[in-house]
Every structure is written in structure tokens, then in C-alpha cells.
């Protein structure tokens, strides 16, 4: 059913609980996993921020990617991709899915409702509306409480 699957994190503990997820998943369906994290350098827009400060982000990305990397292939996934992009999140991530032909998107959620989410903004939301795939969201304060 699903033949490429790809799981988005920023490296918080929130985004980190949809990996459990994304590694059965990816075992269940033989599928390999692609791990994408995105650097959004927007808000550093109108600051100026120094490539020195980009490159840290981005290794700061490399990191995560590659700690759940290594944890879904200690638990059997075969195939496990790495990336870590620039950009806005949701459309990066529509982008990754379109140019790797994911099949389904794994993702964390804060769980935000309301005037928060809203003010905010939320990926996952805008994901969710826009995704050309299935998305699979897990929401990290459902998570915490044991649910």
C-alpha cells in the first residue's frame, strides 16, 4: 500500500514522538523511510541572518535526521533516506514528496486548537490541506499523556 514513506521532524521532543510510528510503518510495509527535516531560515528573513547561523540549523537537522536514522535501522527498516532542506515547512516538504514519490507522510502535531493555531500558523495543518498523499499525524500531547 504504501511504497516510500516520509517522516518530517525539527528535532523537538514533540515532533520525535511520530518516529515510533513512521518505523512500524515502514517495517509493516517493507517500505523505505526518508527522514526530512527543513530548515525555515523565514523568520531570519528581515534580521539578516549570517550563513554561519544557517549552517548551524542545518547540522542542528542533521543531527536529528540521523538519530532516528540510526534508530529505525537498529529496529529492521532495510532503507533509510536523509535530507535536510531550506524553506518554508509545508511546502517543502509537498515539494520532497513530490520529487522522492512518497506515498504517505508521517508527522507530529502539537495539538494547538483555536486562536493558537491559528496565530501561529501549524505545518501539519497546512500539510494536511494541501498533501496530495495521505497524512499521518500523531499528536504529541496525546503522546505525553499515554494515549
Request: aromatic share 4%; net charge negative; no cysteine.
Amino acid at each position: 500500500m504504501y511504497d516510500r514513506i516520509v517522516l518530517t521532524t525539527d528535532g523537538s521532543d514533540e515532533s520525535n514522538v511520530a518516529t515510533d510510528h513512521a518505523i512500524d510503518l515502514a517495517r509493516a510495509y517493507e517500505a523505505p523511510l526518508h527522514v526530512l527535516h527543513v530548515v525555515d531560515t523565514r523568520p531570519y528573513d528581515a534580521e539578516g541572518i549570517t550563513q554561519s547561523m544557517i549552517e548551524s540549523l542545518e547540522e542542528r537537522g542533521q543531527r536529528a535526521v540521523g538519530e532516528i536514522a540510526e534508530t529505525a535501522s537498529t529496529r529492521g527498516v532495510d532503507r533509510v533516506e536523509t535530507a535536510v532542506v531550506r524553506g518554508e515547512p509545508h511546502d517543502a516538504i509537498l515539494e520532497y514528496v513530490d520529487e522522492h514519490d512518497i506515498d504517505l507522510i508521517v508527522m507530529a502535531t502539537h495539538g494547538r486548537t483555536g486562536f493558537k493555531r491559528y496565530l501561529l500558523g501549524s505545518v501539519a495543518e497546512k500539510t494536511i490541506r494541501t498533501a496530495p498523499v495521505p497524512v499521518h499525524i500523531v499528536r504529541a500531547s496525546a503522546a505525553d499523556a499515554g494515549h
